[in-house]
């Protein structure tokens, strides 16, 4: 098949590598394209990839986004053009989850002069990223607490002898990390100031869990670490988005 990738990330490199291997060819020209990947974040030109452009592309094309892009949506919508945002797709986002959680241990170990061993650490959320880190960080002795909104999570969490508070719980504890992976505001000014320097991560996308430049100022080591996978073990990372366009392309969901 004929395809289109507009890089903005460095995963997309190995994401079209991928590809070729497997015998994919590529190109540019809209009405040859029989598949398209959107920037991953970034948004795209719409004065580029206007009207023309998206009337001209083959009815039978699929169209694929690392998330979702509610104008190239409205495009495909308008269209009648297949599209797939690869984030929103469960098995993408368990198996991303991996290179996320190793990109956070390793900023933790390089910034600070604690172990991980021993660590009291809350991950905020216990979605599929924050229960894959709570599971690495106790495999590697951290004392991990989950900071959970429902009966749902706060089940999984004890299935995995990770222990659930809530947040009227969060000040009975003290803790050493706190990793934020929900994209909501969670932690007010006030609670952070409370928490009285304790080195602060957020992983999650817009509009993040709290106000980070209040938690840099307390502890300057905080970080916002957003698309960690475009980052660190991007071939890993760029060959997970491959895989699952080569199946949708295939027609095969089986092993996504």
């Keep these: 098949m004929l395809g ?11 994401t079209l590598s991928f590809l070729a291997g497997q015998g994919h060819l590529f190109g540019e020209k809209a009405e040859n394209l029989d598949f398209i990947v959107f920037p991953f974040v970034a948004g795209i030109d719409e004065n580029v990839y206007d009207d023309e452009y998206f ?12 998330v979702r892009n509610d104008y190239v949506m409205k495009k495909c919508a308008q269209y009648g053009l297949e599209y797939y945002v690869m984030m929103n797709d469960a098995e993408v986002a368990k198996k991303n989850a991996v290179p996320t959680s190793e990109g956070v241990i390793e900023y933790l170990i390089t910034s600070r002069d604690s172990t991980i061993a021993g ?22 002795d951290a004392d991990v607490y989950a900071l959970v909104r429902n009966a749902q999570k706060e089940a999984l969490a004890r299935a995995d002898a990770v222990t659930s508070i809530n947040l009227s719980q969060l000040f009975a504890y003290s803790f050493d990390v706190i990793i934020n992976t929900v994209p909501s505001t969670i932690l007010t000014d006030e609670m952070i100031r409370r928490l009285g320097g304790v080195l602060m991560v957020d992983i999650a996308s817009k509009p993040y ?3 980070m430049a209040l938690a840099r100022s307390l502890n300057e080591k905080s970080a916002l670490l957003s698309a960690i996978p475009g980052k660190y073990a991007v071939k890993t990372a760029g060959k997970i988005l491959g895989q699952y366009i080569e199946n949708i392309l295939g027609g095969d969901r089986n092993d996504i």
Excluded: P, Q, W
């Design 55 to 66: 009337a001209a592309i083959k009815k039978d094309a699929v169209i694929f986004s690392g």
């Design 4 to 14: 289109f990738i507009l890089i903005d990330d460095r995963r997309y490199e190995h």
């Design 209 to 211: 869990g709290f106000n």
């Design 119 to 140: 660590s009291r650490i809350l991950v905020m959320g216990y979605g599929t990223c924050g229960r894959d880190l709570a599971g690495r960080l106790a495999a590697l």
